[in-house]
């Protein structure tokens, strides 16, 4: 406990504990991430990332400071835009301490996919996260399919494609 004692800031300090609760808990931080687990909306509401089973899930975690985030954002609208009606559900969910940290950055974009907050990084645990953001891809069944760390232009048709896969296998079983 004294590691946690010496970090001064309040995210040094939660990191710090989320760490030794990986360390003491090793069951909890390891094993795919899942959907079953919920976040709020700005109004405080829990909202759980299993109600969007049964559609193709692109959950991607991100921070008002986070410079990358600022160019993932414009795509991830394109790709709501694009495939929202297909069965593409875009959660984007915000892990500022506070969640008013994430008014000015939001104010910079025009958003019509979820945005949920997770301010406490509960969320974010069973992620294992390495970096922001970091998206995760889930196919229709829930299943976890792909993991990106940061966002890359380079990369962008190729996160696209998986996505026109899932799309189209989702359409597949309904049939």
Not at 91 to 102: Q, W, Y
Request: proline content about 4%.
């Amino acid at each position: 406990m004294q590691i946690v004692g010496r970090i001064k800031s309040a995210a040094g300090r939660r990191l710090s504990m989320a760490l030794l609760l990986c360390l003491s808990s090793l069951p909890l931080c390891h094993g795919a991430p899942r959907l079953d687990l919920s976040a709020s909306t700005l109004s405080g509401e829990q909202v759980s990332l299993e109600a969007y089973k049964g559609k193709v899930v692109y959950v991607d975690f991100w921070a008002s400071w986070c410079a990358p985030c600022r160019d993932s954002f414009p795509w991830m609208e394109l790709m709501h835009q694009r495939y929202g009606d297909k069965g593409l559900a875009i959660v984007a969910i915000n892990l500022d301490e506070k969640r008013e940290m994430a008014g000015p950055f939001l104010a910079d974009f025009t958003t019509s996919f979820d945005i949920l907050y997770d301010p406490k990084g509960e969320v974010a645990s069973h992620f294992n996260l390495q970096g922001m953001p970091s998206s995760y891809l889930f196919d229709s069944e829930g299943r976890l399919v792909s993991e990106h760390l940061g966002f890359f232009k380079s990369k962008q048709l190729a996160v696209e494609q998986e996505i026109q896969s899932l799309l189209m296998k989702r359409a597949k079983d309904e049939n």
